[in-house]
């Protein structure tokens, strides 16, 4: 891998936290929202003109902020199916849904309908980015030390072993059950956080919010348009260090961002090695890019390609964009290349100190 100056995450306080891979920059209006600190508990301020959250679930601060309808009901629901959903499927609490079915031993787990859903969706993506993304790398990513922050370089042989039993074909859901080989261990990081943002923008507009953020760590979720009744303006995070590469005008969308920067550690080797892993080799993905924004009206798509394109690197993303509608997509090459879509052409903005940056559209 080519040797990248990765700087860690940090969190800014203000109405547009910075987190990850996205930020929201202006929201059309003067309120200042502040964040949660790192514990499971929320604090909400209420005006006559919105209801806000921050809370910490699914292991990343998430924050929520609602105009218009039933914006306090919506805000409350919505706050306890993240909780919710961070009970069924976290790969470290013994509680959940996904954590029993790791431990099985082969034998089947009854499991929910979100979770269903969830596990459903992820396989059919794997099929369709053959495999690119892989809801079953999590003992790779173990061996990696990147889950337990024990950073080790696995050696081949170890690789080979443990890439033998990440097949996903072999994940199994029957009558509400769901079956996975002993061997194996499933995580749907890659999916998780863009489907929860889903069914949090679906519960705003059923309580009849006409505008809302919803920031998973990164992934941000817009429902309508600022309050001014203009476009947000979200940051993309800049993958060469602080600040944001470019800024995008979106409304009622979803922005979803993977970077190596998110989460990386150097090896003794002075290489740097990021959690996003090649299914085929079980390495950090190393096909020239560092950052893969995706754009699209499902959170979940935009989520799981996030990961996939990644992988498959600026060649194979764009023959697959070509070939499969529903999102557009930014791509920021470790050449210090930008390639975007067409359909966001007109909405992405480079920051004055990104300028001399290349900017290439991608065509159908």
Request: hydrophobic fraction near 40%.
């Given at each position: 891998?080519k ?5 860690p ?9 910075v987190l990850a ?21 929320s604090i909400?301020?209420e ?36 909780y ?10 013994e ?24 596990v ?31 950073y ?8 080979t ?10 994940i199994q ?10 061997e ?44 001014d009744g ?8 800049s ?52 950052s893969?924004?995706?754009?699209g ?12 394109m990644?992988v ?13 509608e ?10 210090n ?6 359909g ?7 920051n004055?100190?990104?300028q ?9």
């Open positions: 891998m040797k990248h100056k990765l700087l995450v940090k969190i800014k306080h203000g109405f547009a936290p891979a996205v930020a929201l920059l202006s929201a059309g209006c003067n309120r200042q929202s502040q964040m949660a600190p790192s514990t499971v508990q909400k301020t005006t006559e003109e919105t209801s806000s959250v921050s809370i910490f679930a699914m292991d990343t601060i998430i924050t929520m902020e609602a105009y218009g309808g039933e914006e306090n009901a919506a805000i409350g629901e919505a706050e306890s199916l993240l919710k959903l961070d009970g069924l499927w976290s790969v470290t609490d509680n959940s849904e996904i954590y029993k079915a790791n431990h099985s031993q082969g034998a089947a787990t009854a499991i929910s309908e979100e979770t269903e859903q969830l459903t969706f992820a396989l059919k993506m794997a099929e369709e980015t053959d495999g690119a993304l892989n809801p079953g790398i999590y003992p790779v990513l173990k061996a990696w030390g990147l889950t337990t922050k024990q080790r370089i696995p050696k081949e042989a170890e690789l072993d443990l890439l033998s039993y990440t097949d996903y074909r072999k859901m029957k009558n509400g059950d769901l079956s996975i080989p002993a194996m261990e499933i995580d749907f990081g890659a999916v998780a956080k863009g489907y929860a943002g889903d069914l949090t923008a679906d519960i705003m507009r059923e309580h009849g919010v006409t505008s809302a953020i919803i920031n998973l760590g990164g992934n941000v979720s817009l429902v309508g348009s600022s309050p203009q476009p947000w303006t979200v940051g993309i995070r993958p060469y260090g602080e600040g944001n590469i470019g800024t995008l005008e979106a409304s009622d969308c979803h922005i979803i961002t993977s970077g190596g920067y998110e989460r990386y550690f150097i090896g003794e080797d002075g290489k740097t090695y990021w959690h996003i892993l090649d299914p085929e080799n079980g390495k950090p993905a190393d096909k020239g890019l560092i893969v924004t995706i754009v009206k499902e959170g979940r798509l935009c989520d799981a390609l996030s990961t996939a990644f498959m690197g600026k060649d194979d993303a764009e023959a697959y964009w070509k070939s499969h529903g999102f557009e997509m930014i791509l920021v090459t470790e050449d290349e930008i390639y975007l879509t067409e966001l052409e007109e909405s992405f903005r480079l004055e100190a990104s001399r940056i290349p900017v290439k559209v991608i065509r159908r």
